[in-house]
């Protein structure tokens, strides 16, 4: 029943700075097991052509963007 | 005669009606939540999910466990058809009977059927479910009993605190510094760096997880008092790496250690209150050391919301007993109390004679000695009635506020309150540091109106009409035509 991908909680949109490698911690959109991760983080698809789906949510917990961000996961930390 | 187990109680309830066996598979992910919360909202029975998607049919969630004052009232091995007061009263007669716990040997504990440690710990084993669309993570203690010891004193504190899965063998949770666990954890263990053991019993006999959850005074061992509703002793056995006692019929135990130091992020949560208003953040991570079980082990879990549920039952049957007890201590003319299951712990209604009792401002009194005490002190809302009025039929509580609370003289706020960090209508800021306030609702006639000349009589079947008419009426209500008494 989950999302396909993965999603991370944010305060807001501005957090994810775009083209920049980020330490963020992500889950599993499925499993909702965490890891932390280095990655570059993108609005459009097309930014972040080979990047996977992310869905962005508030602390809160809604989601912030009805459209899933891209995330290009570098190492894990 | 007390059950000894969740699953005598599980047969109690479906005896009664009040279970429903849920053979189709059902997802973890979100699906179990939403049933658990349907049945909440419309006060159904409990559901004992008997096939989990992705998991082996051993392994169930019994949800729901005590939404409705029937389902305690069976758990207190009563008729469900006992009325709120009756339920209340005889939780106070008990509770003023403490019964202490035995310990039982190992091999007399079903909880130690099957028994991990170290690297064998799995959380994941258990069907652990995604409550609420946006939750933090897999919350697997909602209704349980979480065990700490204070290091000095020896006290034992039984409380109920969310924790969800942070990985295989850890688990992070809400530790608030108020609450019984956090006087410990951040005044004893934190400043010593010293890490918390503690002991978490998921699918207890109900009586224990519902004291867990009970607002009880501090340094009291809720043990006792979980022997005292029962009236027989819980049966405790001795963990594995802790040095701690659970119940012994427990259908899971974890045990392990929580950590001085180490945080990680945790929540949001759908919250009793009925709204999510605590944001993620870092909490203490609790290290697992050992998990035991039972075979084919019982999940116990409550999906808290909109009320009425589980949390909203235990506040009403506890909070209203004390508060009563309170009053009556304090030598006020008091009738009734009614902490309303509707709202979340934050409402109480007292009746009070106050005609009788002549202290004048006396809805000041009340408010002040239920605002002075551990077990009403964060009730923001407070409703004094005249004995007149059933605390109990919300509509006539209300009916009393509209008519007899003056709007302006009759509504008293007091700011610089403590509040919870729960309470969604504070400011995210008033949230963060706990700032409230409080206010009450002063619904009693002024004791210097006249009562003939002054006070409006009331206009309803029991007062407009001399008691030889309303005798009559009810004598003949079915020649009028009408099929029952309402």
């Known amino acids: 029943m989950g999302r396909t991908g993965y999603e991370i909680f944010v305060r807001n949109l501005d957090e994810l700075e775009e083209d920049k490698e980020l330490i963020k911690q992500i889950r599993d959109g499925q499993t909702y097991r965490t890891k932390y991760v280095r990655a570059l983080f993108s609005s459009s698809s097309e930014k972040l052509p080979n990047g996977e789906s992310l869905w962005v949510r508030s602390l809160l917990g809604p989601l912030l963007d009805e459209k899933p961000w891209r995330i290009k996961i570098i190492s894990e930390v | ?486």
């Not at chain 2, 202490?100 to 652990?128: R, T």
């Open chain 2, 1 to 486: 005669m007390a059950y000894r187990d969740l699953r005598q109680y599980v047969s109690a309830l479906e005896e009664h009606g009040e279970l429903r066996r849920v053979k189709r598979e059902v997802d973890w992910d979100l699906e179990a939540g939403a049933i658990m919360r349907f049945v909440n909202e419309k006060s159904l029975p409990s559901p004992l999910f008997q096939k989990i998607k992705g998991y082996p049919s051993q392994c169930t969630i019994f949800g729901c466990p005590m939404n409705t004052f029937g389902k305690f009232a069976i758990a207190m091995g009563l008729n469900p058809e006992t009325s709120r007061r009756e339920l209340e009263d005889i939780y106070r007669q008990r509770i003023s009977k403490r019964v202490k716990p035995i310990i039982v040997d190992k091999s007399k504990a079903p909880c130690k059927e099957n028994i991990d440690v170290s690297d064998q710990v799995d959380l994941f084993k258990f069907p652990a479910p995604m409550l609420h669309d946006g939750d933090g993570g897999r919350y697997l203690c909602t209704w349980h009993v979480t065990i700490t010891r204070d290091p000095d004193t020896g006290w034992v504190n039984w409380g109920m605190y969310r924790q969800m899965i942070r990985d295989k063998n850890s688990l992070v949770g809400v530790i608030r510094p108020a609450a019984h666990i956090g006087v410990q954890f951040y005044r004893k263990y934190k400043p010593r760096k010293l890490p918390m053991p503690f002991a978490i019993a998921i699918g207890t006999e109900p009586i224990s997880s519902f004291v867990a959850a009970c607002k009880l005074p501090m340094n009291v061992n809720e043990a006792d008092i979980a022997g005292a509703l029962r009236q027989e002793p819980v049966e405790l056995v001795k963990c594995e790496t802790a040095d701690l006692e659970v119940p012994a019929t427990s259908e899971i135990v974890i045990e392990g250690e929580i950590s001085a130091t180490e945080e990680d992020w945790e929540g949001p949560f759908g919250e009793y209150t009925g709204y999510c208003t605590n944001p993620r953040d870092k909490k203490p991570v609790y290290h697992v050391k050992a998990v035991t079980y039972r075979d084919n082990p019982i999940l116990t879990a409550s999906c808290m919301g909109t009320p009425v549920d589980e949390s909203d039952i235990v506040q009403s049957i506890s909070r209203s007993g004390q508060i009563l007890a309170r009053l009556q201590e304090d030598g006020i003319a008091v009738v009734a109390v009614n902490v309303a299951p509707e709202c979340i712990g934050y409402l109480v209604v007292v009746s009070v004679m106050a005609r009788v009792a002549q202290i004048p401002n006396l809805a000041h009194r009340v408010a002040s000695c239920i605002w002075g005490s551990a077990v009403g002190g964060n009730i923001p809302y407070v409703i004094v009635v005249d004995d007149d009025v059933d605390v109990y039929n919300l509509h006539q509580v209300l009916h009393a506020v509209v008519t007899k609370c003056h709007p302006y003289r009759g509504i008293s706020r007091v700011e610089f309150a403590t509040g919870m960090a729960f309470m969604p209508f504070l400011s995210p800021y008033e949230r963060s540091q706990r700032l409230s306030a409080k206010v009450v609702f002063d619904c009693t006639w002024p004791l210097h109106w006249d009562p003939v000349t002054d006070v409006p009589p009331r206009t309803s079947f029991d007062t407009a009409y001399p008691k030889e008419i309303r005798d009559h009426v009810l004598k003949n209500w079915k020649r009028y035509g009408f099929d029952r008494l309402y």
